[in-house]
C-alpha cells in the first residue's frame, strides 16, 4: 500500500526549511562540546542542516509547480543534489540573492553532506562507516541559507501565516 502524501505547499515547505535553518543554528554551537565527530549533536546538526537545505529546494521547485507526488519521487526524496540540479536548472540562481554569496557555496555544501544526509547516516549513524564528511566551519553556512530564503521569496514563494 503506497504512502498517503501530505498535501504541502510551497509557502509550507518554505516555513518548514527557516524552522529547520533556525534549529540547525541552535545546534551549532553545540557540535564540537565533547568528542568532536563522535559528539551526537554533530549527527543531528547536519541532519537538521540537510533537512532545512531539502525543504527549500522543494519550496522553489513547488513554487515552480512541482507537485508533491514529484518532489517525493525516490528521485528526489532526500537527494541534495539531484534537488540542486533541479533548482538551479528551474531557475533558481536566476533569483535575486544576496551578491556575496557565490551559487557554487551552496553546491560545496550540498556536496559534503549530501551523500550522508541522503543515506540516512546523520539520522542512524553508520557503525560499519564512520567516515562522515561535514562542514568545517558553519559561519558561512548562514549566509548561504539566507542567500537560498531571499532567492526563494524572490521568486514568489512567501511563508504565509498559519489559520
Request: proline letters at 2%; hydrophobic letters at 45%.
Amino acid at each position: 500500500m503506497a504512502r498517503k502524501l501530505k498535501n504541502t505547499s510551497a509557502s509550507s515547505f518554505l516555513r518548514a526549511a527557516w524552522g529547520h535553518a533556525k534549529a540547525a543554528r541552535i545546534l551549532d554551537p553545540h557540535t564540537g562540546l565533547s568528542e568532536g565527530r563522535t559528539n551526537a549533536t554533530f549527527f543531528a546538526f547536519h541532519n537538521v542542516l540537510g533537512f532545512a537545505i531539502e525543504l527549500y529546494l522543494k519550496a522553489f521547485l513547488a513554487g515552480r509547480g512541482w507537485t508533491v507526488e514529484k518532489l517525493a519521487n525516490s528521485e528526489f526524496a532526500h537527494k541534495l543534489d539531484a534537488l540542486l540540479k533541479a533548482s538551479v536548472e528551474a531557475g533558481l540562481f536566476d533569483q535575486i540573492g544576496f551578491p556575496h554569496v557565490h551559487q557554487s557555496a551552496l553546491a560545496r555544501v550540498v556536496a559534503i553532506i549530501g551523500p550522508r544526509f541522503a543515506d540516512y547516516s546523520y539520522r542512524y549513524i553508520d557503525d560499519d562507516n564512520n567516515q562522515y564528511e561535514y562542514v568545517e566551519t558553519s559561519e558561512y553556512l548562514w549566509p548561504i541559507l539566507d542567500d537560498l530564503q531571499l532567492r526563494i521569496e524572490n521568486s514568489g514563494v512567501r511563508v504565509e501565516s498559519a489559520a
